[in-house]
């Protein structure tokens, strides 16, 4: 089981904060096939918010065939984000932690490092398309 | 599916002064609808109208179907829990819920029961010596055992602890996902909606300034940022809502349907926050027309 939380200054909303949080779960292995998600009720009690925010949410995942909701019994995990890319997760990220460490080590402050980031991955966009 | 809450030109007058005026709404069932704006500007006079406890001077007002407090059965349908979450600070808590059951004939008497266990405190106790927390809890019990179709809450959170609020309104949103209900909550804080609406109505020096569901609205606002300039050569697509110019930098918020194409705009996302004060700061007079006559009054229309 996963727990939603929602940022109430990032500016994106609500609903699509629980649809990324569901698809980032799935696309690292937290959540597999069958897993069930948490239910309205639940989410609604501990994020105290709109039930049909929620519902959206578990709608959109249903439409992208990642959930299926089971009247009564609640919604469940059909179809995983994780491909075989999975295994490769873990040397990419300590791939990264060395990165990390080096950038610090060359000076460069958190900000630089993201904007760092975002413009190679940009880069690296443009160079596929 | 009825309205909620429906109204046609609908105005409220004391002696001279208009509390609410020209109001023309339409707030669905089965939502939660947050009321937003700052103090004075009739949001307890709409909503003492929805209750039946005012009578419209001008206009009709519709709840759930009927004029406001017309028989028992009308009563029936709508709570109202009103400013400061009032209780009788004499009586018990056990006092509340017997009155509770006298009065109401849907009463849900389990319901009261679990939901003041749940606050874990004595029946005996007389609410004068309630917390403001636990007061508006149990206000908030007392409204949903009643069963009703509707919910008005009037600035329910304003006078709770930022903790006392949350609690409160996880249990609301909880009741919202029990049971079938339709919520109207107001608050002149919008940051304590945000969450729980998915309507949004705001009312400005009497009268409605925007109206509509809250995804609708977050995905036609955007802020636009850019080097300054005048909104003249704003396309004509895009509404202006609020401009702010330094000598260098122009801010607007615009309204549009389709996407910003002009490359010069950093465009970002706006919290519903911003999006209703920006409609707020908007002067009145703005309303009638803008000096500059191409990018037109912003459109208030209510959203379907």
Do not use: C, F, H
């Given at each position: 089981m996963i727990e939603f939380s929602l940022d109430?200054?990032?500016?994106?909303s609500p609903y699509l904060q629980v649809v990324h949080q569901v698809r980032q779960a799935l696309r690292l292995g937290l959540l597999r096939e069958g897993d069930q998600l948490p239910t309205v009720k639940d989410v609604v009690a501990t994020l105290?918010?709109?039930p049909n925010t929620v519902l959206k949410a578990y709608r959109e995942l249903e439409r992208d065939g990642l959930v299926t909701a089971r009247p009564g019994v609640g919604t469940f995990v059909t179809?995983?984000?994780?491909?075989?890319?999975l295994a490769a997760h873990e040397p990419l990220r300590r791939e990264l932690q060395r990165w990390l460490v080096k950038a610090r080590a060359a000076g460069v402050d958190d900000e630089s490092i993201e904007a760092l980031f975002r413009s190679a991955f940009r880069g690296g966009q443009r160079g596929v398309a | 599916m009825t309205a909620a809450i429906a109204t046609d030109a609908l105005g409220k007058r004391y002696r001279r002064r208009w509390?609410?005026?020209d109001c023309t709404l339409d707030i669905p069932a089965g939502r939660v609808t947050g009321l937003v704006g700052q103090?004075?500007?009739?949001k307890s006079t709409l909503l003492n109208l929805a209750a039946g406890l005012l009578r419209p001077t001008t206009g009709t007002i519709e709840v759930c179907g009927g004029?406001?407090?017309?028989?028992a059965a009308q009563l029936a349908k709508v709570g109202f829990v009103a400013q400061d979450t009032p209780?009788?600070?004499?009586?018990?808590i056990r006092d509340h819920l017997r009155l509770g059951a006298r009065l109401?004939?849907?009463?849900?008497e389990s319901l009261a029961a679990s939901r003041v266990e749940r606050l874990g405190?004595?029946?005996?106790?007389?609410?004068?010596?309630?917390?403001g927390g636990q007061r508006a809890q149990l206000a908030l019990a007392l409204g949903l055992a009643k069963r009703p179709e509707l919910l008005i809450l009037d600035e329910?959170?304003?006078?709770?602890d930022p903790f006392a609020r949350r609690e409160f309104l996880q249990v609301l949103m909880e009741a919202v996902a029990e049971q079938e209900l339709s919520v109207v909550l107001s608050s002149h804080v919008v940051s304590d909606l945000e969450r729980v609406c998915d309507h949004v109505v705001v009312l400005v020096d009497s009268q409605v300034r925007l109206a509509g569901e809250v995804e609708a609205l977050l995905d036609t606002h955007h802020r636009l940022t850019g080097p300054r300039r005048t909104t003249?050569?704003?396309?004509?697509?895009q509404q202006v809502v609020s401009e702010r110019h330094t000598d260098r930098q122009t801010t607007l918020v615009v309204r549009t349907?389709?996407?910003?194409?002009?490359?010069?705009w950093t465009v970002t996302q706006l919290g519903l926050e911003d999006l209703v004060l920006s409609y707020m700061e908007?002067?009145?007079?703005?309303l009638t027309g803008r000096?500059?006559?191409?990018?037109?009054?912003p459109s208030l229309e209510v959203l379907k």
């Open positions: 109430g200054r990032s500016g994106v105290a918010i709109n179809r995983t984000l994780a491909d075989d890319s | 509390a609410l005026s103090n004075g500007a009739g004029r406001p407090a017309t028989d209780t009788y600070a004499g009586l018990s109401n004939p849907g009463w849900d405190l004595d029946p005996g106790q007389k609410t004068g010596r309630l917390s329910p959170v304003a006078s709770l003249r050569e704003m396309p004509r697509d349907e389709g996407p910003v194409l002009d490359p010069s908007l002067p009145t007079s703005d000096g500059d006559g191409t990018t037109g009054a």
